[in-house]
């Protein structure tokens, strides 16, 4: 894992992505906040949840017995870590609420800006 503090204050022109590739705060900017105490905090900058229905779905997945939402993006995207795509698609406050209800269809979608396919 990346020490947000190591590279935070670099006087590099180029940027450093502290988050990985997967994840879901990645490209957000790392922030300074400095208490009355004069500590320094750093903090990740607000990520703002797209509107599920500006997402292109592609599909929908069965929740059955037993089912994850990890496992299901493990299926769906070969990634489990991409969990969080499910849950902005379907508008969920928890992870776990989606796979809760036995039989509920769950929209799969593309990454947010990405139209879908024609025809859909």
Not at 105 to 115: A, D, K, Q, S, V
């Amino acid at each position: 894992m990346i020490d947000p503090i190591s590279f935070a204050f670099s006087t590099q022109n180029s940027r450093i992505e502290s988050f990985a590739e997967n994840s879901r705060y990645r490209g957000l900017p790392l922030l300074l906040y400095i208490d009355a105490n004069g500590v320094e905090h750093i903090y990740v900058g607000r990520r703002f949840l797209p509107p599920p229905e500006a997402l292109a779905e592609v599909g929908r997945v069965e929740v059955h017995d037993g089912d994850r939402i990890d496992n299901i993006a493990g299926q769906v995207f070969g990634d489990a870590e991409l969990y969080w795509r499910i849950v902005d698609a379907n508008r969920a406050l928890t992870p776990v609420e989606l796979t809760e209800r036995i039989g509920r269809r769950l929209r799969i979608t593309l990454p947010e800006g990405m139209p879908g396919p024609r025809g859909l």
